[in-house]
Nanobody, 122 residues
């Protein structure tokens, strides 16, 4: 059984920083791609960062590029998202997720966590 559990969300001032973590268990050995998404109620989920556990590369959405950093620890089966210079528009529920195979589209990934709320407000 696959489980993804996010943590680290909370309330932060604009311009502040926050670090999110995702603990994974039960992921098949074939799963090498993991990602962070975020969603605001009434809007579509947005893929903000992806990470290849092989170390081959990373992806960042333009909305977070230069401010967020994705990283992973394959041995500990954890995924992190360091967020800096946070803005009110970063307010959302953040999810970690992974595909069953490399051909799945981001919003069709098979494995998802329950999400953690990030609120950026003064």
């Amino acid at each position: 059984q696959v489980q993804l559990v996010e943590s680290g969300g909370g309330l932060v001032q604009p311009g502040g920083s926050l670090k999110l973590s995702c603990a994974a268990s039960g992921l098949p050995f074939s799963v090498l791609l993991v990602a962070w998404f975020r969603q605001v109620p009434g809007k579509e989920r947005e893929r903000i960062a992806s990470y290849l556990t092989t170390g081959a590369g990373t992806y960042y959405a333009d909305s977070v590029k230069g401010r967020f950093t994705i990283s992973g620890d394959h041995a500990k089966k954890t995924l992190s998202l360091e967020m800096h210079n946070l803005r009110p528009e970063d307010t959302a529920v953040y999810y970690c997720a992974a595909p069953e195979n490399p051909y799945q589209r981001p919003n069709e990934y098979s494995y998802w966590g329950q999400g953690t709320q990030v609120t950026v407000s003064s």
